[in-house]
Structure formats: structure tokens, C-alpha cells
């Protein structure tokens, strides 16, 4: 009879947790080493905030609606499924997205250049904008506000106008708090590497005539958003498949401990399981709670991780409600413009057939880190709000047909100043204790993109480690 293999055990079954889990089990497998999985979720359903529901021909998306096709790992992770042939392309007409300021929606410029002939920005604000050619680079490394970032550089009407209602949109967060080097990694290697944006963006753009590639933005390369043909929920679904009997719902951990001979103990409700290494994949603040008898400083900096609430509003209207074509990938809202919607998705303009014919599909997404009362309004009173903002900025007419929402309490990590430090804490208990892996949304990217790149490197760091500890048992 052959030895047991080595046991994982995963907490948390959202994308991270599944992803994670499989990824563990097939890089292992490549290198001969079969392992007995465990994957611990406490809700009753697998997925976390990534799951779809099919209401009345609409495809409703509970948190994210697409993932953008320039992460290899997002790519590869869904080919290893299998799920190639389900991939579904943004339409070409989502690539124009809008911004609602003074009463209108104005078209947001694709590239920088066009900034400066846009109806968004006043003459002084676009005057402004030029001089970030001259702005000499900051010189030291200390992290810093998105907000003064922008401030800085491009002055306070982009920083209101343009990053703020973006940063909305991408982290529901407050660029007067999140940290640029941990939610804009690029803009900070372009300012130390090149001296400034405009500087970088011209750089790049002589590199890539010479190498015959496309520079992108300063957001990176340019890229394509990607759902399937059943929605993002069929992601989780077919990871949920392929683990089987290895994922368990229903089984809130409690605790993470270490053994005397270096295993981990891992506590559910009802049950223990001994673990050679763990992989703890949910949320950050749940993470703190889990790990305070391992350590206490780590629990501390992973509870200070916070979370904005964010609120999903579908609403399906048929198409004669609409006086504005609503073409396009959806309308931003500065916070200055007193509407309470961060922003609405005319998701069945991106990707047609999420909603039935002669219908449309805006979902709205609301509170964030500027309106944590979120969480108090009443749902239908969040409807009504959101019918009327829709009224207000797309010139929606008439009671939506379909109504559906998703709230979540802490739907965002808010990466803040001092995030990137928080991060080490972890990766420092990580190091001291190997086998044990922090991974997932609260860390190193709140996107789908972000989770799949860290599952990609927590599987692999284990495959390495199970390959060294059980060929040199053998
Ligand atoms: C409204 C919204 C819109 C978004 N839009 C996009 C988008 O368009 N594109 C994009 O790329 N990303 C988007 N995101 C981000 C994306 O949803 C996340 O990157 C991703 O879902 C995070 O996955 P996760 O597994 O880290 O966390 P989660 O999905 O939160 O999963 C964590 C899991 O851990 C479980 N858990 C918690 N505590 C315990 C415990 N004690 N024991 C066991 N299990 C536990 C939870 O039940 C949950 O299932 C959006 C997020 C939201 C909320």
C-alpha cells in the first residue's frame, strides 16, 4: 500500500481558494507528487463574490463581470480548465466609456493626448495637465495617496475629475487613502524610471515603434475585457468541479494552529484537520482572526486590511426606457457631482446577450469607501435610488422590469498607505513558517487577475517545497 500523501488544507472557497487549490494539485501532480486536498468553505455555496445568476434571460453578475486579458495567469488558469472555448470577448463599442460631470456625459479621451482636447477638463485644468512634462520626480520612495499623486502631477481638477471617479470604479475606494504603490504600481515606476507620465508614455512609445509592439496607456497594454458564455460565476463552478469531493461547504474555520513537529492543526466547527502546509485564502479579516495563537503582530497588520462595502444594483428595462443609446462600457461619477451611484455598466452593451432582446441591463454599483452608510439603506430604498440616478445621468425612463441586488458588507479590500508594509508582515510569518500561505484579494491585486497571478505563486512555491520534502523521504 503506497504512503498518504502530503496534506493541504485550503480555507476559503471563493476564486482564490479554488484556483489555489487546484493549481496546488496539478503542479504537484507535474512533478509526481499526489497530495490529499481539503478545501474548507464556510458559506453553503463555493465561489465568494465571484457567482452569476440567470434571472429572466438577464445574466446578473454578483461581483466581478470580466477580467482583462492582460494577466497570463487569468489565461492560463482558464485554459487549464478547460474553459478556452467558453471565453467570451468585450464588444469593440465598450471600449468608449463616459463620465458624467455637470449635468451631461462626456466621453473619457482613450489616450492621453486626447485629454487635452476633451469637453471634460477646463482650459486651466488641461493647462495644467501639460506641465506634468516639467513636474520634477519625487525623490524619495515614502508611499503616498493616489489623490496626491495626482495632485501632484496633473493638478486638482484631474485628480477630482478624472482618477477620482476611476478609482471609484476599479476599488470602490477614496483616492485621499489608498496607497498609489500599492493600487498603481505602474505610475510609480514610471515616475522614478522615466521622470514623470508624459515622459514615460513617449519613452515606451519609441521603444515599442522600435520593437513593432503597441505601448498601451499608463494603465499598461492595452487590454480586453473577458467574461464566459454563463457569466463569471462558471469560473468558480468548474474549479468546484474538478476538486469534487475535496471541497467542503459549510465549514467556517476557526482557527489555524502549529503542532509541535512543525504541522499545522486546522480548527472548523465540527471538525480538526492536521495539515502540512495551509493555504489561507480567505478574506484578510477572517485570516486575523484564525491566526492570532501563531501570531498576534500578524493578525494585528492583516486586521488592519479594511474592506468597503459595495452594493451591486441590476436593473432590466426594455429598450424604449432609454432616451440614450447607451453604447458603451458604462458612466463614471465624479463624487463632486452629488449623485449617490459610483457608476453604472450597460453590461449587455459589453457583452451582448446578457440581456433578452429589445432589453437592457445597467448595473449599478454603489457606496464604496466614500459612503459606508451604505450598508444602512433599506433595499428598496436602494432600488429607488438607483432608478433615480439612472433617471438623472442616462435619462432612463420608467420602472425597471427586472430588479436584482447584491450586497456585500466588506466587498473591496481597501490596499490604504502602509498596505505594501501589511503585505510583508504576512509574507515575514510566511518565511518563519513554512507551509503556511496567505493569499487572495486582501493582498496583492483585488481583481480576478490579481488572484489568479497569487495562486499561480502559492502553488508553485508548494510544488517546490512537496517535491524536495517527499523525494528526499523516498
Ligand atoms: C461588486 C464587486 C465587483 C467586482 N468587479 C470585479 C471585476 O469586474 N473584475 C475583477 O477582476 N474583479 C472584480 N471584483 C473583485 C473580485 O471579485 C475579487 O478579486 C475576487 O472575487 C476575490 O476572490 P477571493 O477568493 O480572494 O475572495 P472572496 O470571493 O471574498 O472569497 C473568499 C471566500 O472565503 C470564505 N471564507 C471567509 N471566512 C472563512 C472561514 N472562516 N472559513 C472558511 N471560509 C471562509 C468566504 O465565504 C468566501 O467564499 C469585484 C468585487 C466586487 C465585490
Known sequence: MSSPGPQIVVIGGGIAGL??????????????????????????????????????????????????????????????VGLNDELVKADENSANRYIYHSGKMHLVPTKPPKFLVSDILPFSAKLRMA??????????????????????????AFAELMLDPMVSGIFAGNTQELSLAAVFPKMVEMERDYGGLFRAMIAKQKEAKRS????????????????????????????????????????????????????????????????????????????????????????TALAAIQYAPVDVVCH????????????????????????????????????????PDRHRLLRTIMGGAHDPQIKELETDKLHATAAADHAKVQGVIGEPS????????????????????????????????????????????????????????VASSLRERLAATVHSAA
Open 19 to 80: 484556483a489555489s487549490a487546484y493549481l496546488t494539485r496539478e503542479l504537484a501532480r507535474e512533478r509526481g507528487v499526489e497530495i490529499e486536498l481539503t478545501v474548507l468553505e464556510a458559506n453553503e455555496r463555493h465561489g465568494g463574490s465571484t457567482r452569476t445568476d440567470h434571472v429572466d434571460g438577464y445574466t446578473c453578475e454578483w461581483g466581478p463581470n470580466g477580467f482583462l486579458d492582460n494577466e497570463p495567469a487569468t489565461l492560463d488558469l482558464v485554459k487549464r
Open 131 to 156: 506641465r506634468e512634462f516639467f513636474i520634477p520626480a519625487k525623490t524619495d520612495d515614502s508611499d503616498e495617496t493616489v489623490d496626491n499623486f495626482g495632485r501632484r502631477r496633473l493638478g486638482k
Open 212 to 299: 513593432g509592439k503597441t505601448a498601451g496607456g499608463p494603465g499598461g497594454p492595452n487590454a480586453v475585457l473577458h467574461t464566459f458564455r454563463q457569466g463569471m460565476g462558471q469560473l468558480p463552478d468548474k474549479l468546484a468541479n474538478l476538486l469534487g469531493d475535496a471541497l467542503v461547504t459549510n465549514a467556517p474555520v476557526k482557527t489555524v494552529a502549529r503542532r509541535e513537529d512543525g504541522r499545522f492543526q486546522v480548527v472548523s466547527e465540527d471538525r480538526t484537520f492536521d495539515a502540512d502546509a495551509v493555504i489561507v485564502a480567505a478574506p484578510s479579516y477572517a485570516a486575523a482572526t484564525m491566526i492570532k495563537e501563531i501570531d498576534e503582530n500578524v493578525a
Open 316 to 355: 432590466g428595462h426594455p429598450t424604449d426606457h432609454l432616451s440614450d443609446p447607451l453604447k458603451g462600457f458604462g458612466v463614471l461619477i465624479p463624487r463632486r457631482e452629488g449623485v449617490r451611484s459610483l457608476g453604472t455598466l450597460w453590461s449587455d452593451a459589453i457583452f451582448p446577450g446578457q440581456a
Open 402 to 457: 427586472m430588479k436584482r441586488e447584491f450586497r456585500f458588507e466588506r466587498g473591496i479590500a481597501q490596499y490604504t498607505v502602509g498596505h505594501l508594509d501589511r503585505v510583508k508582515t504576512s509574507e515575514t510569518l510566511e518565511n518563519d513558517l513554512p507551509g503556511l500561505y496567505f493569499t487572495g484579494a486582501s493582498y496583492r491585486g483585488v481583481s480576478i487577475n490579481g488572484c489568479a497571478k497569487d495562486a499561480f505563486r
